[in-house]
């Protein structure tokens, strides 16, 4: 006979410094201006635009946004765009979303499915909610299933006179569902009162032509919040407010981290959100292998070169995407190496200067690089720059530590 465990399992407890997907509250650091600015707006039923490069924290910001609208009584769903196929899961995936929220059961629309072809409804799952979705459950034109999931938010605002927002992440991708898929979206959208809607993308070219070039499908659409230059910091985020979050957590642990070490860090990373946390989870374990209590230069200077070997994943995956488009990683390198930028036969080959100045346009609408003044140019995150400088091995740049910038 089994008999019950002695204890139960429990969850891993949360790392210090958590690092690779979305945040909780006390781990989004420097945030809570944003926070109030995308809450306010979605609020009074504004549709928003956040757009910036991947690991800034773009869906750790709207889920505590989220969050928030829930806890002042909206109702909201969350909907990540990579995830589907086809326009179908799309559409599957945001009644899921929106009605978890009415029927507290998470994938709600499999079940309301399952009643439409006959299964009587389970306990937790009343007949009102379901009858929300009966008739989408039956549709089998994937068109017509596709736009009445659409048209689901607006009429369980409608429902309950409860204000619903609808979080869309990585909206780029569901551009790739289909050729006119973001201009039923948009007819669909434009005519639902109670419904505010946030825009997240991390293909900045992409998804800011889409809201802001006349005549694309979501002109005007969403009023875009800015992330990566809010209030002149690079990224959003007031150094003081890494130095208040590092020293208090790291003070839980019992370990001293003074001011220098602190700026150190954020040269290193140029205060870029998660390679910061990386270089930190990395100096935190660090110190407790070895059993230190007071961090210093050297130990933030090993920690950088651990945190760079674990951003090798994201950070070939960026150099790989460079790739798919011509003399962009060859520019890349140039800028890494403060060579010339427009000799036309500089390291890797010639490239004609028009075609550099075409590279650096789409290093910067990448967000990848930023101008410095005239032919000066830089990377945005530093640690990638130093990844791309190490790329080719070669000897001679500085990279044993990490540079003051
Ligand atoms: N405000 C922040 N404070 C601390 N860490 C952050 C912050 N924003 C992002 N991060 C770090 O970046 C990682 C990725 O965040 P995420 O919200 O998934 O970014 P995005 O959606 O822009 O790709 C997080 O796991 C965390 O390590
Ligand atoms: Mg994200």
Known sequence: MLRPMPFRAKTAPAPLFPVGGPVPAEDLVGREGYLRAASARLLD??????????????????????????RRGALVAYVDCLGPTDIRGLGERLADAVLENVT??????????AVAAGARPTVKLRYEHVELALELA???????????????????????????????????????????????????????????????????????????????????????????????????????DWLVYLRAKLATRKIAIGDADIDQILDATGGHPQDTMQLCAALYYLMREAGLRTSSGELVAVAYEQALRE????FSQHWAELGGAKYLQQVAKRIAHGAVLYAADAGGGAVPR????????????RGLVLRLGRGRYDFVEPMFGEYVRRLDGVTGTPTAKPQAR
């Open 138 to 240: 039956r549709e089998k034109n994937a068109q017509r299933f596709f736009e009445g999931a659409l048209d689901l938010p607006r009429h369980v605002a409608q429902r309950t006179g409860k204000r619903v927002a609808v979080a869309l992440d990585e909206f780029q991708a569901a551009g790739r569902l289909g050729p006119r898929v973001f201009d039923v979206m948009r007819t669909r959208f434009q005519a639902q009162r109670g419904v505010a809607y946030a825009f997240l993308g991390s293909e900045e070219g992409v998804i800011e032509e889409l809201f802001t070039q006349k005549g694309r499908a979501l002109f005007r659409f969403a009023v875009p919040l800015d992330l990566t230059d809010a209030g002149g910091h690079r990224f959003g985020i007031d150094p003081a």
């Open 354 to 365: 028009s075609e550099v100045l075409r590279a650096l346009e789409a290093l910067r609408t």
């Open 45 to 70: 039923g504004g549709h928003i635009l956040v757009s910036g490069p991947r690991r800034i924290g773009k869906t750790s910001i709207i889920l505590e946004t989220l969050r928030r609208l829930k």
């Open 104 to 113: 507290g059961v998470e994938r709600a629309f499999a079940q309301v499915r």
């Open 311 to 314: 951003l090798e994943r994201p």
